[in-house]
DNA sequence: ACTCTAGCGGAGGCCAACCTCCGCTTCAAT
DNA sequence: ATTGAAGCGGAGGTTGGCCTCCGCTAGAGT
C-alpha cells in the first residue's frame, strides 16, 4: 500500500471524489464497468453498468462524462495494479521472476481486451500506462536477458504484444491456452 | 479452381441462388460485409453493407435472415479461400511451406478478428471450418515434424492459435508483428 | 443544530440501427 | 412473346441505448 508509486496511479487518484458517499459511488460504477467489460465487451450499456453499481445515471455520467472516459479510468486502474504487482521485491531466478509476472499480465489481459481495443492506441492515457508499465517491468526483462536467460533482440514492447495477443485468443481450454503460452515463450528464452 | 474440394466450400455454394441478378447481389453483398467487417469490427451496421454493396436492405435480409448468418457465410467464404491454398502442390521444404501458408494464414487473420469473436465458437459451421482448415493445413506441420524442422508436443490447432492470437493484436509498425511472429515461431521450430 | 452546496437519480427526448412488409421489376421457362 | 414466380428495395414502425436536466437528498463545515 506505497503511495503511487507510479505515475499511472495518479489518474485514478485524481479524478476520486472528496465526499464520501461520492468515492463510494465512485468505486461501484469501476467495479461495474470492469465487470460488465470483461462480459459484454467494450459495448456494454452504460445504463446496465449504473444498474449494477447501484446509482443512477446521472451519477455515471457525472464521474465519467464520456464513454472513453470510463474506459481510460478502468484501465488505468488495472495497470496501476499490474505495476505494483512488479515492483514487489524478489529473490527468484530472473527467469521465474520474469515469467511469473507474465503469467500475471497474461491473467489481466484476458479481461482487458475490450477496453484496449475500444481506446485503439487513440489516448494520453494510454501512453502513461506504457510508460509506468515498462518502468515496472522492463526491468524484469532486463534482468533475465543479463543472465543469458532471454534472447537479446527483442524488447520490453515485444514480449508484452507476444503474451498479450496469446491471451486474447479463445482456447479450446485452459490447458492448450497454457501449452500455447509456453511454447510461444520457448521462443524468448534462451540457454537451459 | 477446382470443384469444391473441401466441405467448407459447400456452406457457401449451398446458399448462392440460381438467378443471375440474385447470384450478383449475394455476391455483392458477401464482398460489401467482408470489407465493412474488416473496418468497423462485428457491429458493422447492416444498412451500410446493403448500400455498400448497392442493394436495398430487403435483400440483405432475404439473402441473410440473421446477422449471424452474414458472419457465418463471410467467414465460411474466407476459409474456404485458405484451404485452397493450402492445397497448392508445393517442392519447398516442410518449414518453408508450412512457414509460408501459416503467413497467409495471418494475413488473412487480421482482418477476420471481428467475424471470429462475433461467432465465438457457438456455430456449427465453425466446426466444418476448423475440419476443413486442418484437413487442409494439418499435413504442413505434420510434414514439418516428420523432417525434424517442428516440435512434436503440440497439435495443428495450437499453431493456428499461437498465430491467430499474435495477428489480432495491434503492433506499432508491421516490423514488430514479423519480429513477434518470428520469435513465436522460433518457439516451434526444432533442429537448425 | 443549521445551512448551503455537492451530489443524487431517473423521467423523458433523441437518435440510430433493426427488421417487416408489400407493390413493383426482372428473369427465364415455355 | 407471354407469363408467373423469384427477386427487389426502401418507407416506416419498433427497439434500445445515449445523454440532459432539474427538483430532491444528504454530507460537512461552523
Partial sequence: ??????????????????????ARNFDALLDAAREAFAEHGADAALEDIARRAGVGIGTLYRNFPTRRDLFETV??????????????????????????WLDRFAGYMVTKRAVREALNGESDIFQTCRESMYAAGGPLLERAQRAGAART????????????????????????????????LDGVRTGR
Fill in 75 to 100: 484501465y488505468a486502474d488495472e495497470v496501476a495494479a499490474l505495476c505494483e504487482a512488479a515492483a514487489e521485491p524478489t529473490d527468484r531466478e530472473p527467469w521465474e521472476a520474469l515469467s511469473a
Fill in 1 to 22: 500500500m506505497t503511495a503511487t508509486p507510479y505515475p499511472v496511479s495518479e489518474i485514478v487518484a485524481a479524478r476520486r471524489p472528496h465526499r464520501k458517499d461520492a
Fill in 153 to 184: 533482440d527483442m524488447d520490453f514492447g515485444d514480449l508484452l504484444r507476444l503474451v498479450a495477443g496469446i491471451m486474447a485468443t479463445t482456447f479450446e481450454d485452459d490447458a492448450q491456452r497454457d501449452r500455447v503460452l509456453a511454447i510461444a
